[in-house]
Nanobody
Framework: VQLQASGGGLVQAGGSLRLSCAAS????????MGWFRQAPGKQREFVAV????????YLADSVKGRFTISRANAEKTVYLQMNSLKPEDTAVYYC???????????????????????WGQGTLVTVSS
């Protein structure tokens, strides 16, 4: 599986960006797709996930109400729509794929980077104040 993330850039606080992650190599509909981010000097943190079984979504508390994750299975792409951006959203954003076919009802399962099998290269989002 190869993941290609794009859409990052420089935006002012309060602005919006949409990140895309295109996947190749396997049945996309069987993948749970997550977004993580890593700010300078900080650990990588979970942002959002779209699960493979029906596309259930979970979002980190820090982005609820501002970010939305969606997927287009026919295009093998997952999106992260980011609105009302804040300077603290500045980070490299990574998409990741879980291909294990596990359908966990525990949202915390998807917040662990260890459950993802493939990672994209990251795209930088910079939010200026």
């Amino acid at each position: 599986v190869q993941l290609q993330a794009s859409g990052g850039g420089l935006v002012q606080a309060g602005g919006s960006l949409r990140l895309s992650c295109a996947a190749s190599g396997r049945a996309f509909s069987r993948m749970s797709m997550g977004w993580f981010r890593q700010a300078p000097g900080k650990q990588r943190e979970f942002v959002a996930v779209s699960t493979w079984n029906g596309g259930t979504t979970y979002l980190a508390d820090s982005v609820k109400g501002r970010f939305t994750i969606s997927r287009a299975n026919a295009e093998k792409t997952v999106y992260l729509q980011m609105n009302s951006l804040k300077p603290e959203d500045t980070a490299v954003y990574y998409c990741a794929a879980n291909v294990r076919g596990i359908a966990s009802s525990d949202s915390a399962y998807y917040s662990y980077s260890q459950v993802y099998d493939y990672w994209g290269q990251g795209t930088l989002v910079t939010v200026s104040s």
